[in-house]
């Protein structure tokens, strides 16, 4: 069977004058672009039955890639109470009650919560364990901040993590303490939540095939085939071997397990997913993280927060170590993905690589397209540091929107002013990408475009004009670009003959609406290998009805 796309606006990312008027799908691949007349020709060669699909003047372009998140993290969330609306601890106290109730918990379970912001609480309060408490003292409970870089615990938690008053506060991490004293209050920040997470994961009880189900779910509605599990381990790796081999994989999935938590030993076990798709899985390196969360103040930076004296946040690692991981991959051949947030961190990342490169004998390291996550502070001279080693700026430009009132606040205007700063990096001609950090926000591709382009927070401030990008390079970020990083640009990430048809449709094209209203741009359909995996409800034509799964 093949299918014709035709009478709508057609974005192929190949060119930005590029219009094509139909595309020609067969077995999963793009086999035709071009006029309608030349697309059927095609068609008609081949001797095969052909549906056509009428878009009805709709948009069809290349579905979108997740350059950073975490796919196996939104799963295990999606279980948890969630708190993102809470506007006071008051809420978040009688959601966590409301969350006991309904799954009739017990002190043989674990009570989690997700997605609170101090920032937007009163007093920018944490709750910490004198809150926690009220909603049991028996039941272990935890509540993650939004961006998973905190928490906080009640006694009943803390006491079977182990964490007491003279558990000390770790490298890289911090254990909030009760004011003077050293009984800890359930704040735990970085490497504090390590105790923690080791006591949830022996705890937490979850259908993770049922969730990673759902959570592929969430992704395919906002129009994303291929999709990362960054900072994975080997337990989630096996979970995603055993999905994939049973056909549960609905994604392509690229995983980059942690080099501080055996990730060569788990690329070396695997050598069969290495850089390549098995059942819809490919592992694509190693992950790092050097640093925290600008909004939650532990992202490292070279000048200190404002109101906050000298403190300027902290390492998770000291130069040796993170040289170390950098050798690793280097000398292993393997790209490797930091987390970095602070520019003090960026020195970090980026004078490490640079001394693992001049150190490797490995004829291929110039080749391995090392990925900066997050670069909410990045600096000119940090980027021009990038292009010399080849290296890819994957930028989380939402935080523009989410918490760019909150950074002016704790970076000062101007530094905050210019966090995300995508149209710099475009202009050094870097491949840049856009990402969501999912769970921490939702896989909205197109919300990203609407940052980037729009550059407004919450409050309706604008942040530093010079750092708005074209709609076309947005669009870059999130299909070819995003490519790109996994070494896909050959198979995905733009609409040409040979290509994976790995498509979306929208109601709108980004191109011609006015900027604003990106993000108001609806994902009618997904097609993951040409088969149609998402419908939205509202859609009004008739898709290839074998090629629709459930929607």
């Known amino acids: 069977m093949q299918t014709i796309y035709w009478n709508g606006s057609i974005v192929t990312m190949e060119q930005e004058s590029d219009a094509p008027e139909a595309v020609l799908v067969r077995e999963g691949k793009i086999a035709g672009v071009g006029s309608l007349k030349e697309v059927q020709a095609e068609a008609e060669a081949m001797g095969a039955s052909v549906q056509m699909v009428d878009l009805g003047g709709k948009t069809l372009m290349p ?21 993102s609306s809470c506007e006071s601890l008051e809420e978040i106290i009688e959601t966590l009650k409301q969350y006991k109730l309904e799954h009739q918990l017990t002190k043989e379970d674990v009570l989690y919560g997700n997605g609170y912001d101090h920032n937007f609480l009163p007093g920018e309060q944490h709750p910490t364990k004198e809150y926690l408490n009220q909603v049991s003292e028996e039941i272990p409970i935890y509540v993650a901040h939004v961006s998973g870089h905190m928490g906080c615990a009640n006694d009943a938690a803390l006491k079977q993590a182990g964490i007491t008053k003279d558990t000390k506060d770790p490298d890289g991490g911090v254990i909030g303490r009760v004011a003077g004293s050293m009984e800890p209050n359930g704040y735990l920040e970085e490497a504090g939540m390590i105790g923690m997470q080791e006591f949830l994961g022996l705890r937490m009880k979850i259908d993770m095939d049922q969730a990673i189900h759902d959570a592929q779910k969430l992704y395919l509605q906002y129009g994303v085939t291929t999709v990362q599990d960054g900072a994975t381990d080997e337990s989630i790796i096996e979970l995603f071997k055993q999905m994939g081999e049973k056909g549960n994989l609905s994604v392509d999935v690229v995983a980059y397990p942690l080099l501080v938590y055996q990730g060569q030993e788990v690329l070396n076990k695997n050598p069969d997913y290495v850089g390549t798709y098995r059942n819809h899985l490919k592992l694509g390196g190693y992950k790092a993280i050097l640093d925290g969360s600008p909004q939650g103040k532990s992202a490292w930076l070279t000048k200190p927060y404002e109101e906050s004296g000298d403190y300027c946040g902290y390492p998770w690692f000291q130069d040796e170590e993170v040289l170390a991981f950098m050798k690793t991959a280097v000398d292993d051949n393997r790209q490797i993905l930091v987390h970095c947030n602070g520019d003090a961190a960026m020195d970090q990342y980026l004078r490490c690589y640079r001394q693992a490169l001049e150190e490797s004998t490995n004829p291929e390291k110039d080749k391995l397209r090392p990925v900066m996550i997050h670069c909410q502070t990045i600096r000119d001279d940090q980027l021009d540091q990038m292009v010399a080693l080849h290296m890819i700026p994957s930028i989380f430009v939402g935080h523009v929107y989410y918490w760019g ?4 606040k704790n970076l000062g205007e101007e530094r905050g002013k210019r966090i995300s700063p ?8 870097l491949c840049v990408n856009f990402h969501q950090d999912t769970p921490v926000t939702k896989p909205d591709m197109l919300h990203s475009v609407w940052c980037a382009v729009n550059r407004v927070t919450r409050n309706g401030s604008l942040l530093d004009p010079q750092q708005v990008c074209s709609v076309y390079d ?17 198979s995905k990430g733009s609409i040409r003959e040979g290509k994976v048809a790995d498509l979306v449709i929208l109601d709108q094209n980004p191109l011609t609406v006015e900027p604003m209203k990106i993000r108001d741009i609806r994902v009618l359909a997904t097609i993951k290998d040409g088969k149609t995996v998402y419908t939205c409800a509202e859609s009004f034509w008739k898709l290839p009805e074998e090629a629709q799964s459930e929607s």
Do not use: N, P, R
């Open 63 to 83: 579905a979108f890639t997740d350059a950073h998140s975490h796919l196996s993290m939104t799963a295990k969330m999606s279980t948890a109470a969630d708190l």
């Open 405 to 408: 009132d909150v950074h002016q």
């Open 474 to 490: 947005a669009l870059k970020a999130v299909t070819i670009h995003a490519a790109y990083a996994y070494y896909e640009e050959d």
């Open 422 to 429: 995508c149209e710099s990096a475009f202009k050094k001609g």
